[in-house]
């Protein structure tokens, strides 16, 4: 059982360039998500998806963009990087979409992106 | 809105000691309360969550955490401290009555055990 896995770990992007950050999960997780982290903030929601076909805006949104064609994969795209978006992305699933069940999120590796 | 604090950016404890890592929240329905820790260039791993019930909670590695209602507190705590429980802690909420898993994090607590 993998759990949640993303790729790259690691990534070096020119300002202006696009790329795709690839997240996949192989526990029929209902719900997928996109957070970054940065010192002293915490993490940040990006997006989110509460299912196949189905996603939505988080708290930091802008710049990014993602789409759930499967139950499995989720990825989050960049579209022009600025320096900004240098930071680590931790894509996170959990089995049931609701707040109220009480379903544990769990976390993948971490994606370290730096854009310069 | 959901909101989560922690206090304190570091917590130093000797081996063998108590710890206890602080964390308030505030959130308008039940809350739903998560700890999680970060090891350097890793993922988060879950420690422990509070959904309902007993105010105490225990988790992985030895850890656990007290639920209270009044002071809107889910303080992270362990007996005897490791030094290879130095990491990144994350209190982390979310609304438990309404929409869809949204959790809010606070903003870390970077523990250092020393021998």
């Known amino acids: 059982n993998a759990g949640v896995t993303q790729t790259p770990k690691f990534q070096v992007l020119k300002t202006g360039q696009s790329m795709t950050l690839q997240c996949a999960q192989d526990m029929n997780h209902e719900y997928m998500s996109w957070y970054r982290q940065d010192p002293g903030m915490g993490l940040r929601l990006i997006h989110y998806?509460?299912?196949?076909?189905?996603?939505d805006q988080g708290e930091v949104p802008n710049g990014y963009n993602v789409s759930r064609s499967t139950t499995e994969d989720f990825p989050l795209r960049l579209l022009s990087a600025a320096p900004s978006q240098t930071s680590v992305y931790f894509c996170a699933s959990s089995y049931s979409a609701t707040a109220i069940s009480g379903n544990t999120i769990y976390f993948g590796e971490g994606s370290w992106l730096t854009v310069v | 809105a959901q909101s989560v604090a922690q206090p304190e950016d570091q917590v130093n404890v000797a081996e063998g000691n108590p710890l206890t890592v602080k964390c308030t929240y505030s959130?308008?329905?039940?809350?739903?309360l998560f700890w999680y820790v970060q090891y350097p260039n890793r993922g988060l791993q879950f420690l422990l969550k509070y959904i309902t019930g007993d105010n105490l909670v225990k988790g992985s590695y030895g850890f656990e955490a007290e639920f209270n209602k009044s002071q809107t507190s889910f303080h992270l705590k362990k007996p005897s401290a490791l030094v290879s429980d130095s990491a990144l802690y994350f209190c982390a909420v979310r609304d438990g009555d309404t929409g869809f898993q949204k959790l809010v994090f606070g903003t870390g607590t970077r523990l250092l055990v020393s021998p």
């Open positions: 959130v308008s329905g039940n809350p739903y």
């Open positions: 998806s509460v299912g196949a076909g189905i996603t």
